[in-house]
């Protein structure tokens, strides 16, 4: 599928089943006539949004929350078997997959329809998450989330949380510096309330160059550093960013992204194909195939992104893989559960992706 479709009709929406009374007492922020806050979590390709996730899930804030998770198509699945419910007494009350595109463009009325239908719901919950795809530009968020006047009184939009990759957004700058698409890294700095510059582990000294580089996107952005994306959660939640104090600003940011015709909000040399085997792999097998892959760059492949959830043979677990550039990593994760099907489904993010060549080379892995 390649980003950057023409919009259309929402297509998926899943709502799973109401859950039983709440864990925890209602907090007074979740009173019925409240507007219920909504944090959108955006950042490049494989930055550490869903890492964000896991850390807010896991915290001991006494919030009980819902998570809207937008994927590609291909990625359904793949994506929440990254986050890991329910661990060290997070509680998700509800979660919503947006499938078959991008926020930002074409399931832009899914989330509509998806906040419309939690905030019925919402006694049950005190905050929304949102995570975007890695290439959503937050214009059309913002427009949707603070702007929508039947939404105004139900949700508010408390804060833009863009997560930075602190070892590759120079690259990532650079590249879009050269080309003439829509620099969504750009825009996911400039709309942001808290940068959160995270992988600080994997660089040396030069983070003050960073920042400083982030503030000529974004003066007035708040900038945390992290490793993982602990950072203290009063960054991130009940930050109110979209009172009168910011919305001229606001204002001007929406007026200046209105100007980009809407085909080049995304780079559309940017495609996401996904592949998939039946039988289980072998894990030796599979790492040397991702070293030729990300290491060697035996293909002409520009390879961006990988994430996946692998049936390694003589393993009960369900183990994922991530991929970030040429660093990569395959973990167990848990159990497969009796109902989910062990298929080996891999997604890649990038340029000149070809899927005979991945699909076969993948299928070489097999026992
Ligand atoms: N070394 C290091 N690795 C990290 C850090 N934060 C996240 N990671 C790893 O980076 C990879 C990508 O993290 P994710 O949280 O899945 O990134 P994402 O932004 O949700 O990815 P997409 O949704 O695909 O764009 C995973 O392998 C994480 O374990 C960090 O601070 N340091």
């Not at 994927?71 to 929440?80: A, H």
């Not at 937050?138 to 070892?167: G, M, N």
Request: with cysteine; hydrophobic share 40%; aromatic share 6%.
């Amino acid at each position: 599928m390649e980003v950057g479709d023409d919009d259309c009709p929402p297509l998926a929406v899943e709502l799973p089943p109401q859950t039983a009374s709440p864990p925890f007492p209602a907090s007074s922020s979740a009173s019925a006539s409240a507007p219920v806050g909504v944090t959108v979590i955006t950042g490049y390709l494989g930055a550490g949004k869903s890492t964000l996730v896991n850390y807010i899930l896991s915290g001991q804030h006494g919030k009980r929350i819902a998570v809207i998770l937008n994927e590609f198509g291909e990625e359904i699945g793949v994506e929440r078997a990254m986050i890991n419910e329910g661990q060290g007494g997070a509680v998700v009350e509800e979660w919503v997959e947006l499938a078959n595109g991008c926020v930002c463009c074409t399931v832009k009325h899914s989330l509509v329809q998806a906040l419309e239908q939690l905030v019925q719901t919402k006694e049950r919950m005190d905050h929304i998450l949102l995570e975007t795809t890695g290439l959503a530009d937050p214009a059309p968020l913002v427009s949707i989330l603070w702007l929508d006047d039947q939404l105004e009184s139900s949700i508010r939009l408390d804060s833009i949380i863009t997560v930075i990759d602190a070892k590759n957004f120079r690259r990532q700058i650079d590249e879009h510096m050269n080309s003439s698409s829509f620099p969504e890294a750009f825009h996911q700095i400039a709309f942001a309330d808290v940068v959160i510059l995270n992988k600080i582990d994997l660089v040396k000294d030069d983070l003050e160059d960073l920042e400083r580089q982030i503030h000529d996107v974004n003066a007035l952005v708040t900038v945390v550093r992290s490793v993982r994306c602990q950072v203290d959660l009063n960054t991130i939640f009940d930050r109110q960013a979209y009172g009168v104090k910011n919305s001229s600003q606001l204002q001007e940011l929406l007026e200046y992204s209105k100007s980009a015709p809407p085909n080049s909000r995304h780079d559309n040399s940017i495609s996401t194909l996904c592949i998939y085997e039946q039988d289980p792999v072998c894990l030796a097998k599979v790492e040397s195939w991702l070293e030729d892959l990300l290491w060697e760059k035996k293909s002409n492949m520009d390879i961006y992104r990988c994430k996946g959830i692998l049936n390694i043979h003589d393993s009960n677990q369900l183990h994922t893989l991530q991929a970030v550039r040429e660093v990569y990593e395959v973990v167990p994760a848990r159990e497969w559960s009796e109902t989910q099907s062990r298929m080996n489904k891999i997604v890649f993010i990038g340029r000149d992706l070809d899927i005979s060549i991945l699909q076969d080379s993948f299928s070489r892995c097999k026992h």
